[in-house]
């Protein structure tokens, strides 16, 4: 049985960094694409980054690009999202997702089946 475990999250001031990191057991990652949404409080959970399975690709939420990046290291099944110049909107609930065998990359989060329980950030200004 698939599983993911998100860790890293924290309180930050805007301009920070922090770094997710998300755990996947019961399969091995290299079958895997995966993804991290975000839902703050009041609000829908947002796609923000996604890395496809095979002839890897990546894609960001607008609102990120140039500050997020999406990695993952298939031999220690880790799943990671650098953070940096966080904002307070970046103030969220922070998700991991994977989906066995997506050879494309989506931000919708109806195609991602594996979910982990959340990882918070809070940036303050």
């Known amino acids: 049985q698939v599983q993911l475990v998100e860790s890293g999250g924290a309180p930050v001031q805007a301009g920070g960094s922090l770094r997710l990191s998300c755990a996947l057991s019961?399969?091995?990652?290299?079958?895997?694409?995966v993804a991290w949404f975000r839902q703050g409080s009041g609000k829908e959970r947002e796609g923000v980054s996604c890395?496809?399975?095979?002839?890897?690709?990546?894609e960001y939420t607008d609102s990120v690009k140039g500050r997020f990046t999406i990695s993952k290291d298939d031999a220690m099944n880790m799943v990671y999202l650098q953070m940096n110049n966080l904002e307070p909107e970046d103030t969220a609930t922070y998700y991991c997702?994977?989906?066995?065998?997506?050879?494309?990359?989506?931000?919708?989060?109806?195609?991602?089946?594996?979910w982990g329980q959340g990882t918070q950030v809070v940036v303050s200004s």
């Open positions: 019961g399969s091995t990652l290299d079958y895997f694409a």
């Open positions: 997702a994977a989906e066995k065998l997506l050879s494309w990359c989506t931000l919708d989060a109806s195609h991602w089946t594996y």
């Open positions: 890395l496809s399975w095979r002839y890897p690709s990546t």
